[in-house]
C-alpha cells in the first residue's frame, strides 16, 4: 500500500501507454510543452468542470471528482461521475456519504476529437475506475468517453486485460520515476503526433541520454568550436 504522499498522476500512465520516454521527459524532467492539441483539450475539459452537482432525469452528477488509489499508488480527478439510483447492492448500488439510498457510479471522460487508435486513453478511463471502486468499494464494469467529434459517447469494458495492463503500467511508471531515467528515444509513427517531438529530437543521437545533458552537451561542442 501506498501513502498519500506517494501518489502518482493517472495522466502520467497515458503518457507511459503512448511511450515511456515521454511519461519521463514530462513527469521526470518537467519538460512539457503546450501545443494545439493540448490546449484545445484543455479548453473542452474546463468546460465539463463549470457546473456545480446537479440532478438530471433522476440522475446525480458531479464534476472534476478527485479520485485516488493507495492500492495502485494514483490520483486523479474524473471528469463526470453519473451516479443512478439502484435499488441494491446486487444491482451495483452503493452507499454513499450525506445521501439516502444506493448508486450505480458510470464514469464519462470528456475529450477533444475521435476516438484513438491506441489504447492509452482506454488505459486512463481504467485507472479512474480502479481509483473510485476502491474509494467507494465498488464494481465498475463500465466506463465512458463522450468525444467532441462526432459529439457522441462511447463506452469502454473495463475487463481483465485492460485491468492488468493498467496495473502493469502503475508498476512500471513507478519503476521509471524511482530509478531518475529517462529512456531514450525511439523513432517510430507516433512521434509525429508527440507534442514534445521538437524536444525529444527523436532522430538525434540516442547515446546522449536525457534532453538536458544533449543539450547542454551540444551548446558545449558549439561554444568550444567558437573559441578554437
Ligand atoms: S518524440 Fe517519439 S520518442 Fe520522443 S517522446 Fe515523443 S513519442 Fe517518445
Not at 456545480?52 to 432525469?57: H, I, K, L, S
Amino acid at each position: 500500500m501506498f501513502t498519500e504522499d506517494d501518489l502518482l498522476p493517472i495522466s502520467a500512465l497515458q503518457h507511459l501507454a503512448f511511450c515511456e520516454r515521454q511519461a519521463a521527459l514530462i513527469h521526470l524532467e518537467g519538460e512539457w510543452q503546450e501545443n494545439k492539441l493540448t490546449v484545445e483539450g484543455h479548453g473542452l475539459h474546463d468546460k465539463v468542470h463549470e457546473d456545480d452537482a446537479e440532478v438530471r432525469n433522476g440522475v446525480r452528477l458531479v464534476r472534476g471528482l478527485r479520485v485516488r488509489s493507495l492500492e495502485f499508488g494514483l490520483v486523479g480527478a474524473i471528469d463526470m461521475l453519473e451516479l443512478t439510483p439502484v435499488d441494491s447492492a446486487e444491482a451495483g448500488g452503493v452507499a454513499l456519504p450525506g445521501l439516502r439510498g444506493r448508486f450505480l457510479p458510470y464514469i464519462v471522460e470528456y475529450k477533444r476529437g475521435r476516438p484513438k487508435l491506441d489504447h492509452c486513453d482506454e488505459i486512463q478511463l481504467c485507472a479512474q475506475a480502479l481509483c473510485l471502486e476502491e474509494m467507494l468499494g465498488a464494481s465498475i464494469a463500465e466506463s465512458a468517453f463522450f468525444y467532441g467529434t462526432p459529439r457522441r459517447r462511447h463506452a469502454v469494458t473495463l475487463d481483465m486485460d485492460l485491468r492488468a495492463e493498467t496495473g502493469r503500467l502503475a508498476v512500471r511508471l513507478r519503476e521509471i520515476i524511482d530509478s531518475g531515467q529517462t529512456p531514450p528515444p525511439e523513432y517510430a509513427p507516433r512521434c509525429q503526433n508527440c507534442s514534445l517531438i521538437d524536444l525529444c529530437l527523436p532522430q538525434a543521437p540516442r547515446q546522449e541520454g536525457s534532453v538536458s545533458r544533449y543539450l547542454k552537451r551540444t551548446i558545449n561542442e558549439v561554444t568550444s568550436e567558437e573559441t578554437a
